[in-house]
């Protein structure tokens, strides 16, 4: 069927520059890397093999391990950061939307500053604060009679994952914080008062009517906290090094996959293997984004108004 | 008068948990900066304490200052982030507008494949990136940073600010149609005003990864012009030997810029987000 | 227009930075040693630049833990420097085999070089050298000597007058007897069980059994270091589960610990930073009357980009690598980082010194992990990082970490399997 109107010239200038920079400078080299997980080197030269890495990184028991092992530690890694940050994120956000709060700017302002530190000072701080030998830790818990409490927890294995995750959340609580807090600002004036009206108030009115409310924020947020949990990689690797230690404890897909892509000490960069593993991340990932948009976030919407 | 009781300790109450996760949030940074204007020995012997006359010392500060053209670095910072905002800010709304205004044959699809960006982390891409730079003659220049930082922060604009743009009413849109606007002045002088808050929102999430990198500087402009702040600080970061004062002088001074520009982009940010992109 | 004016400076920036290289050679130098930053921009370059004028040289290190990953970014796409410097083993070999590293075996200096000195950046063959050589460091065990005189102690000869020096200074409870964590986990590597095991394993005998495949790492003098390992926990202080690297320095440079099992790259740092005299001693053997074994390892070298737009100026920077003034330069200038070449260099630094005597009387090895063990996957060296800290932290025994070494190796490893 003829399309009577002229050409739209109008969409390609608006689209053209985007679309350029990004295929050029991201989705190009990123295809270009994925595509090494097809080939294998023999003496320096590539040869297709196929989905052959993926059975060596799920079948060969050296690989397999390593992968599973991250993959767990990463999922413990995301369950931790939803079950602290969403419930934390979500308190702070509802006490800062409370009318007539005085300071709320500054309080916002001054959660939100761990969010903007580079992952070098958040490193050195913590590591610095938990260490057994300086003392912060240590004394702080003295002081209020729980010395009995502390550990050298980045030392040991069983709490080194959870204490990292728990940094992240600390680092991190910013963004949920403000995006909540937003989304109770949005509802609207009348629905609070017809709630009030029914005698709705308090706690109750958050529960009932508030939270329900801004549950597609929180989808959102996890939606965001999923993938950027999945691609972590900066904290754990100046916390607790490349081999993410104690004992591959702390080792998520992120720092597994560096190590295999650019090598680590003795161990070279094996670009074909580090590809197979960064395809198989974006797989979790375009899955687990899929679950949420087609699963979860067509139920949440129902709730909207 | 019960009323008015319960929630004046309703506030206090607020007031208490607000003021105890600030003191969690700030106390790391406390420890930062009391520390990075003391004597190694101060540092390690007593962490906690403020820095006096016995252990107050800029040694950091001097260290930082002496090596390596540290204004430099900064200014250096500033032109990249400052700049690759921009680029994201101005195209990123141009795709979004495109993209949530017209109706086109593929342009869902689109949408999807400038989302895909997110769930791939750009460093991968590093070698393509370089042998291209290198190419076109970019290496140690600014220029190539702000390209992978403008194509770094593209995809999450899009999406952010694609959501915006569809609470722009349709009928002021119309009504400059039928007053004989052309679409770009329609996207430029009635959209782009209505959405800056939403410009905010994008600004803040993408100006900490930008400003914190450490990776393309290095490898795309580790040249003494050319480098940036974050990767001027990890001189002192050493194979045995870490200058712990001037990490945490240099890294100090690395925080004020980013919380200055996060202050400007605030007040816009939480009126922004407020104006429903995440409803 | 504001696009427009930052364009313009952009680009005139570039174009100076471009124009300032016009008038003479300038060689840039990629390194992992931020530490030395100042050394070589004080003392070496200098000495270099006095001689050549007409050569400007740019020392241009990157963090030590980026260092492979950008280096192999930057030579794949050609924008690395000259002159690479190369860490040994297989790294570099990987490098020369990708031809990104130019062939020097045809250098007169390589003469200046024994073999050993040599063999950490050679392919397996000998045939072909690709980088010259220039340091090498030791491992021992440095010690607060004002400790050691204040508790009436003497520097070990054996295990067993290490530990009853280590229970004295537990007991007097002053020091930490010795300053090493497990968080890092290398040091429990490098200066744990590759830094006593060779007096067990007899240093290249049992280097060399392994990789000829005569001899496993589950056979006893490969599994006793590790016993010996289990052992130092309780003498490491509280916590030593997280105590970092940089701690453990702090920890001993404040005065604060008797014993540091230590590299002699330390000697540098610890003596700006120590306000108490300082001494060394080596590994203890297992028995009075044992033939003391030193880890005497290659650590860094010089190669020649095979890419460089500037090698005749690269070739005369390296020919000065290989001679005997730099050798006393770079020696003196970073105590501690021993001159590799083959004639006497006179080290002025005392500490340097005495564990540079200990090659007169040990016999030198290197860790055994570092040539053609690490080839596999999974890698050795990071196995034993793995292993070592667990032993010492009690989470594996050490007869289970020998025999998960042991599996790992022998995955791969024909000779083992």
């Known amino acids: ?305 | 008068m019960s009323q008015a009781r319960s929630s004046l300790s309703r506030t206090i109450a607020a007031h208490a948990v607000l003021i105890t996760y600030t003191l969690i949030a700030l106390f790391p940074v406390f420890v930062i900066l009391i520390n990075s204007v003391k004597s190694r020995r101060a540092i390690f012997a007593h962490p906690l304490a403020l820095p006096g006359p016995g252990s107050f010392d800029l040694i950091g500060f001097t260290t930082v200052l002496q090596q390596g053209d540290f204004l430099r670095y900064f200014g250096n910072s500033m032109i990249v982030t400052v700049t690759s905002l921009v680029l994201v800010l101005l195209f990123g709304a141009m795709a979004a507008f495109a993209l949530s205004e017209y109706r086109f044959r593929g342009n869902l699809l689109l949408g999807l494949y400038l989302a895909l960006g997110i769930m791939i982390p750009i460093r991968l891409g590093t070698v393509a990136i370089l042998q291209m730079m290198v190419a076109a003659h970019l290496v140690n220049t600014l220029l190539a940073l702000i390209l992978v930082y403008t194509a770094q922060g593209l995809p999450l604009a899009v999406f952010i600010l694609s959501e915006f743009m569809k609470t722009v009413s349709d009928d002021l849109k119309n009504a400059g149609r039928i007053d004989g606007l052309s679409e770009y002045r329609i996207f430029f002088r009635l959209v782009l005003p209505l959405v800056r808050p939403a410009m905010a929102t994008v600004a803040v999430f993408s100006m900490i990864p930008i400003w914190n990198d450490l990776w393309f500087p290095l490898i795309l402009a580790p040249a003494e012009a050319t480098k940036t702040l974050t990767l001027g600080s990890q001189v002192f970061i050493g194979q045995f030997v870490t200058n712990w004062n001037a990490v945490l002088a240099s890294l100090s001074l690395a925080i004020l810029p980013v919380l200055v520009l996060y202050l400007i982009f605030s007040r816009q940010l939480i009126r922004g987000i407020t104006a429903g992109a995440v409803k | ?417």
């Open chain 1, 1 to 305: 069927m003829a399309d009577k109107r002229p050409v739209r010239w109008h969409i390609g200038v608006f689209l053209a520059p985007a679309v350029a920079i990004y295929t050029a400078v991201m989705i190009f080299p990123l295809f270009a890397t994925l595509n090494l997980s097809l080939y294998t080197t023999v003496h320096q030269v590539s040869q297709f093999v196929g989905l052959g890495n993926f059975r060596k990184l799920l079948g060969d028991p050296n690989w397999s391990g390593q992968f599973w092992n991250a993959l767990g530690n990463n999922f413990w890694f995301f369950v931790v950061n939803m079950a602290v940050q969403n419930p934390i994120g979500v308190a702070l956000a509802a006490l800062l939307s409370s009318p007539r709060l005085r300071g709320a700017a500054i309080y916002r302002t001054a959660i939100f500053i761990p969010t903007i530190l580079s992952f070098v000072i958040v490193g050195f701080v913590w590591k610095l604060i938990l260490s057994p030998l300086w003392g912060i830790a240590p004394d702080m818990l003295a002081a209020v009679g729980l010395k009995s409490l502390f550990a050298p927890w980045l030392g040991d294995a069983h709490y080194a994952l959870t204490v990292m995750a728990l940094i992240s959340v600390w680092q991190f609580i910013g963004i949920p914080m403000m995006l909540i807090y937003a989304a109770l600002l949005t509802i609207p004036d009348e629905v609070i008062e017809a709630a009030e009206m029914d005698g709705i108030t308090g706690m109750r009115q958050f529960w009932k009517i508030k939270l329900p409310l801004i549950l597609p924020s929180i989808g959102i947020i996890s939606i965001l906290t999923f993938v950027g949990n999945f691609n972590a990689f900066d904290l754990i690797y100046v916390t607790q090094g490349a081999l993410a230690g104690p004992n591959f404890s702390t080792d998520l897909l992120g720092t597994f996959l560096y190590r295999t892509f650019f090598g680590f000490q003795l161990q070279l960069g094996d670009p074909n293997m580090g590809a197979t593993i960064a395809t198989a991340m974006f797989g979790i990932i375009l899955v687990g984004v899929c679950i949420y948009l087609f699963g979860i976030q067509t139920r949440l919407r129902r709730y909207q108004f």
């Open chain 3, 1 to 417: 227009m504001h696009m427009k004016t930052l364009t313009s400076t952009l680009l005139a920036s570039t174009l100076l930075a471009g124009s300032a290289a016009w008038a003479q050679t300038t060689l840039t130098i990629e390194s992992w040693r931020n530490d030395d930053l100042t050394v070589w921009q004080q003392t070496i370059i200098p000495a270099f630049e006095k001689a050549h004028p007409d050569i400007t040289v740019v020392f241009a290190p990157s963090a030590p833990t980026e260092y492979n990953a950008a280096l192999n970014s930057k030579l794949d796409a050609g924008s690395a420097g000259d002159l690479i410097t190369c860490r040994p083993f297989d790294a570099s070999l990987a490098l020369f085999q990708k031809g990104k590293l130019a062939d020097l075996s045809s250098m007169a200096e390589m003469a200046n070089f024994s073999d050993v000195a040599k063999a950490a950046w050679q392919t397996d063959d000998a045939k072909h050298t690709f980088c010259m050589p220039m340091a090498s460091v030791i491992h021992g065990f440095i010690y607060n000597k004002d400790a050691f005189d204040k508790l009436g102690l003497t520097p070990p000869k054996t295990m067993d007058e290490f530990y009853a020096d280590l229970d004295k200074i537990k007991k007097d409870g002053t020091f930490t007897p010795l300053a090493m964590g497990t968080h890092d986990q290398w040091e429990a590597a490098t200066m744990g069980y590759e830094n006593i095991g060779p007096n067990y394993w007899k240093g290249e005998e049992g280097r060399k059994a392994i990789i000829a495949g005569t001899a496993k790492l589950t056979d006893p003098q490969f599994v006793e270091p590790f016993t010996q390992l289990a052992k130092w926990g309780p003498y490491m202080g509280d916590g030593f589960q997280a105590q970092t690297y940089p701690d453990s320095q702090n920890l001993f440079t404040l005065g604060r610990a008797a014993i540091y099992p230590a590299g002699s790259w330390e000697i540098s740092g610890f003596e700006k930073q120590a306000a108490f005299k300082m001494a060394a001693f080596p590994a203890p053997v297992p028995k009075a009357g044992d033939p003391c074994y030193i880890s005497d390892q290659p650590d860094h070298a010089l190669g020649l980009n095979a890419a460089s737009k500037n090698k005749d100026a690269a070739m005369t920077f390296l020919k000065w690598v290989g001679s005997e003034d730099f050798a006393a330069i770079y020696g003196n200038a970073l105590p501690g980082f021993f001159p590799l070449i083959d004639k006497p260099v006179k080290i002025a630094d005392p500490l340097a010194n005495e564990m540079l005597s200990w090659r007169q009387t040990c016999k030198s090895t290197m860790r055994y992990t570092y040539q053609i063990l690490s080839r596999g996957t999974p890698n050795l060296e990071n196995a034993l990082w793995a292993t070592s800290a667990n032993v010492i932290n009690g989470t594996q025994t050490p007869q289970a970490a020998a025999a998960e070494m042991q599996k790992d190796l022998a995955t791969w490893y024909k000779p083992q399997q």
